[in-house]
């Protein structure tokens, strides 16, 4: 897909960097919160019921590996499906496939399990993906850890090309 739909994507939801790779905005935030003793105690703070936003991941960025503290929906929107790394303590490494293409073993909604690492690269290397991340309780930068290689290297070195691809320190 050229450069160009990614650059209008860009422009036209007003997407930024974001850390773990790829270009994001925040389309949701609820207005009410769940207040922090009626939450579990991984959580600091008060958040917010739920959020949701648009991401964007192209040939030339991916997005590396990283855990949050509450599950994540991952929705399809348009372009090119995209593989999704998963790493924990009991399955190991699962792939999750996001797309259109259900006969291809893509779905358009995938669940990442709360405290599994992930990352995340565009299926087709001539393409982007468009998808909505739904998070609830909702996104806090708190709740957000990047991996660092070496800890996973420690946990998962049987997969150690694959962090060396996906991690960047
Ligand atoms: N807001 C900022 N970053 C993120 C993210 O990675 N996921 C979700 N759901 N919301 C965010």
Redesign the pocket.
Known sequence: MPVSKVQYYISKLGLIP?P?GGY?T?FYRSEETFIKKYLPVRYSGNRNFS???Y?LLSEKNVSNF?R?QSD?LWHFYNGSGLIIYVLNDVQGLTKIYLGNDLESNENFQVVIKAGDWFAAEVKDKCSYTLLG???AP??D?SD?EMAKRDTLLNKFVEHKDLIMQFTSS
Do not use: M, Q
């Open positions: 974001h773990e994001y925040e959020t949701s936003i991401f990283h949050l994540e991340c739904t998070v909702g996104f930068f957000f």
